[in-house]
């Protein structure tokens, strides 16, 4: 599949086919990267200004300007601005109009917007977002259901990919990339990885999983949200496990950030999609491929046919409809669960996993590795939570509550 050009409005049934990456009931909506983060055009940025492979500051956000011009001009607000709240706020006898606050449908955070708006005159917004931690940025993966392991149809599976019904009752934040070398050692103080001749933006990796833990740990600590795990001794050498009262299934209820289940994980991946990889389906030819590149996992992800055997620089390849990146290849990320060979067909609400064991799950396929392991239902990654391997990162989430 190849990423399309269709400007706003037009129909769509992917992402890949809008130049802004995002397809909303059918039609090409609005870029929703922020100021700082990567592009390749303008369209993808909310402020529709994509220099140097960055998005720009240099236009407001194509929603609030939208809705303020429809509210102004009398017309139909914007779908994605709180429009009737926006119209009750407009005095026609007034020289000016103050909006406090707006809630933007595609974004997971109340935007701050202080605007005055005279009449014949440009609009002037000063637009903020409070970030939901010291690194980021964080992107929402919404509640639902959604069928987890791989179809019959894709004969690259593997023994224990069982398809499943999974529901996930509550929506959460999962940071956008892999956890990259600089965010781990501004965090953390230290950066473990093998592979320093990688920049500072390639994903950090000889992690273990306490390792990992203590990093959302730290950003739990910095954000002051309750701890989702219990760490002893000193980096790099902690040992963890999951603090008492978020044992089990209230792993849901840490109000802090933690490392995602392996469900959490397959749906962030999956983003609404059905096929082996969220572009598309697998050559079931090149599962073991390692010198021929499969198209749709090249779009993607690093994987052994592209990389170079060597991580990448985060967020290069193409995201899927949740603005994530990397899910395919590059490192393996650990899960929270403790792994479970066969997770079985019955169906099931907000899965953790067995309650012990000695392996931790990890997902994603990783540079080192072919294309049957960068798939969204592979389950061959696990390993001893103490392990350090040099193609082995991590991600976190955080439980949105109500």
Not at 23 to 50: F, K, M, N, W, Y
Not at 97 to 120: C, E, F, G, Y
Not at 248 to 266: D, F, I, Q
Request: glycine share 10%; hydrophobic share 35%.
């Amino acid at each position: 599949m190849c990423v399309g050009a269709a400007g706003f409005g037009e129909p769509c049934i992917h992402p890949l086919e809008c130049a802004s990456e995002v397809c909303t009931a059918g039609a090409c909506a609005p870029g929703i990267r922020d100021e700082g983060e990567r592009c390749t055009h303008d369209l993808q940025c909310r402020s529709q200004a994509c220099l140097a492979g960055t998005c720009a500051a240099g236009g407001v956000d194509a929603g609030v300007d939208a809705g303020v011009d429809a509210g102004v001009d009398g017309g139909e607000p914007d779908a994605g601005v709180d429009g009737p709240a926006l119209d009750s706020a407009l005095d026609a006898s007034s020289d000016s109009l103050q909006l406090d606050s707006l809630q933007l449908d595609s974004h997971p955070h109340t935007l701050d917007v202080a605007a005055d708006v005279t009449p014949n005159a440009d609009v002037a917004v000063d637009l903020t977002i409070t970030p939901d931690a010291a690194t980021g940025p964080w992107r929402p993966v919404p509640a639902g259901t959604f069928t987890m392991g791989a179809s019959p149809a894709d004969t690259c599976q593997g023994f224990n990919e069982t398809q499943r019904v999974v529901t996930l009752t509550r929506a959460y934040l999962m940071s956008q990339s892999e956890v990259t070398r600089a965010e781990f050692n501004t965090l953390m103080g230290y950066d473990p990885s093998f592979w320093t001749a990688c920049g500072s933006d390639c994903p950090v990796e000889m992690v273990s999983w306490h390792e990992a833990v203590a990093y959302c740990n730290a950003l739990s600590k910095d954000s002051q949200l309750a701890e989702c795990y219990t760490c002893s001794g000193q980096a790099p050498d902690f040992l963890c496990q999951e603090a008492t009262p978020y044992l089990g299934s209230e792993v849901y209820s840490c109000p802090g950030y933690r490392l995602p289940t392996e469900a959490e994980w397959e749906r962030a991946y999956r983003a609404g999609t059905t096929t082996v990889y969220y572009s598309g389906d697998n050559d079931l030819t090149k599962c073991s491929e390692c010198t021929v590149l499969d198209i749709n996992l090249d779009l993607i992800g690093w994987y052994c046919a592209n990389s170079g055997y060597t991580p990448q620089p985060v967020m290069q390849k193409v995201p899927n409809s949740y603005d994530l990146y990397d899910m395919a290849g590059n490192v393996y990320e650990w899960c929270h669960d403790w792994y479970q060979v066969d997770l079985g067909s019955m169906a099931q609400e907000n899965p953790w996993g067995p309650p012990t064991g000695s392996y931790r799950a990890m997902r994603g396929g990783s540079h080192a590795y072919n294309a049957e392991d960068a798939r969204a239902s592979e389950r061959v990654g696990y390993a001893s939570p103490g392990n350090r391997v040099n193609d082995v990162g991590f991600r976190c989430v955080r439980t949105l509550f109500p």
